[in-house]
């Protein structure tokens, strides 16, 4: 591939000019967090402010999804209970919920799956903030969107490739693009401020190696992938389990027992999430007409 | 399992979940067997589905459980050299089949 090309699809995926923006309110936050002085409430307040990112946010902490033990009503016992990392998780993960819902169902479920395999690993294995995982998880294939969003017809020239030619969806856009997802993903995640920890898990979710403190994290997202691939819940482009990373699997040191135990609880949360949506709107309207 | 509408449910289907009130309480357990009252009592009370074990209800368009295995082989197929994904690939499909009643 030549180097001006693959510069000027770099470029394109860099600006992304056709891509919601996440919500300000998400930077807002994190500069309030870093102040030693804020109080719950004065963050309770900012969230409260945009009802309708209050009231997803409150519908993903209550739903199956996340599954939290008791039920929250507010977002400042929200704050309280869960911390503001994970709010703030639940934030990022309630606006770009949306993006990906309205380009690719299809995808979404994957990554809604994906997301659920995540939750169940990290709890498993004791990391602290599982909820990160989950949403690191939510939003690794995000690079996809964007290929899709600013490069469409090259993203027409990968979905033909897959499907003439049964390649994978990443080997297909390494032949057109010269990148892949991940990598844009990584860009994209860069571009909406988003920390290390969310951003290295998508940008190295094919090969952990590459995570400079991510590691454990990535390869999380990594094996989820592979098992909700083979679960065979959503779609990701293409329907192929993709080969195991070496380092992910000396990371995650799984025993058969483990995977067993894995599926189990995966298949049951599975079951709760499956049609969870956030469209708030939907429900209001139908509610009212009902 | 098999997640149903409500309407469909028999007598005799047992649930495989605990059917909860819009309230998130518990209005009967898993493992309980349905009987028509059950039923009818569910249905007085705006419950659309329920979970029962085994897979009573086949819906027109589904596939078969060969069908289903052979795809989850064809999504491993280019992973079959490597031992955990094989026996992960061999839990899935045992799994399908357990809940599929077989």
């Known amino acids: ?290 | 399992m098999q997640q149903i509408l409500t309407l469909q449910a028999k007598e005799g289907m047992v649930l495989a979940k605990d059917v909860m009130t819009a309230e998130n309480r518990v209005l009967c357990g898993k493992g309980t067997p349905l009987t028509a009252s059950l039923i009818e009592r569910f249905l007085k009370m705006d419950i659309v589905q329920v979970t029962v074990e085994g897979h009573p209800i086949s819906s027109p368009g589904e596939k078969t459980l060969p069908e289903e295995l052979h795809d989850i082989e064809a999504r491993f197929s280019e992973v079959q050299k490597v031992p955990p994904l094989v026996y992960l690939m061999k839990r899935i499909m045992k799994n399908l089949a357990e809940s599929r009643g077989q």
């Open chain 1, 1 to 290: 591939m030549e180097d001006a090309k693959r510069q000027e699809f770099r470029n394109a995926l860099r600006q992304t000019k056709n891509l919601p923006t996440l919500p300000g309110i998400v930077s807002k936050l994190t500069k309030m967090a870093d102040d030693p002085d804020t109080t719950t409430e004065q963050m309770g307040k900012v969230i409260g402010q945009d009802y309708i990112l209050a009231a997803k946010l409150l519908k993903l902490v209550n739903s199956a999804f996340y599954g939290f033990p008791q039920r929250i009503s507010s977002i400042s016992s929200a704050i309280i209970l869960l911390g503001f990392n994970v709010v703030k998780s639940l934030i990022i993960s309630a606006s770009i919920f949306e993006v990906m819902e309205d380009q690719d169902v299809e995808l979404w479920q994957h990554s809604l799956g994906c997301a659920v395999v995540c939750n169940v690993i990290a709890t498993r294995m004791g990391v602290k903030d599982p909820e990160e995982v989950s949403t690191a998880g939510l939003i690794h294939d995000i690079g996809k969107i964007a290929i899709k969003m600013e490069l469409p017809s090259e993203y027409e020239m990968i979905t033909r490739l897959v499907r003439e030619r049964k390649m994978s969806m990443r080997a297909a856009e390494m032949e057109v693009l010269g990148l892949d997802h991940a990598e844009a993903g990584g860009w994209l995640a860069k571009g909406w401020n988003l920390p290390k920890k969310l951003l290295e898990p998508v940008s190295c979710h094919h090969d952990p190696r590459l995570a400079s403190t991510e590691q454990l994290n990535s390869a999380i997202i990594h094996f989820s992938d592979i098992v909700i691939r083979g679960l065979g819940y959503g779609h990701a482009g293409d329907n192929k389990v993709p080969m195991l990373s070496k380092r992910a699997w000396e990371l995650l040191n799984f025993r058969p027992a483990d995977i067993d135990e894995i599926l189990e609880q995966v298949e049951e949360k599975l079951w709760d999430v499956k049609g969870f949506s956030l469209e708030i709107k939907a429900e209001e309207t139908s509610s009212t007409v009902g």
